[in-house]
């Protein structure tokens, strides 16, 4: 079992910077994925930056250059930078982790970005 809590989501400004955590109940290192998904209003979840075990990280096109995903392997802790935030960066993001064949969820925290 794994268990996933982030934090950092809230209420910025159009151009500003928010960082998103990600604490993993087990260490990273026993994780073969982890990622950060966000889910708007009316649409599909969709993968915004992720790593495996066995490749690099990756981002959606729409975030790339602006967003940054990172990991605090003694805390067992994935964090999601993401700067230059636009309104259509508005949404729910989850953190997700798969091991041993199974996908993991958190609970979600919303970020909104308004003027």
């Known amino acids: 079992q794994v268990q996933l809590t982030e934090s950092g989501g809230g209420l910025v400004q159009p151009g500003g910077s928010l960082r998103l955590s990600c604490v993993c109940s087990?260490?990273?290192?026993?994780?073969?994925?982890m990622g950060w998904y966000r889910q708007a209003p009316g649409k599909q979840r969709e993968l915004v930056a992720g790593f495996t075990r066995s490749s690099g990280t990756s981002y959606a096109d729409s975030v790339k250059g602006r967003f940054t995903i990172s990991r605090d392997n003694a805390k067992n802790t994935v964090y999601l930078q993401m700067n230059s935030l636009k309104p259509e960066d508005t949404a729910v993001y989850y953190c997700?982790?798969?091991?041993?064949?199974?996908?993991?969820w958190g609970q979600g925290t919303q970020v909104t970005v308004s003027s």
């Open positions: 997700n982790a798969v091991y041993n064949f199974a996908n993991y």
């Open positions: 087990r260490s990273i290192f026993d994780i073969y994925a």
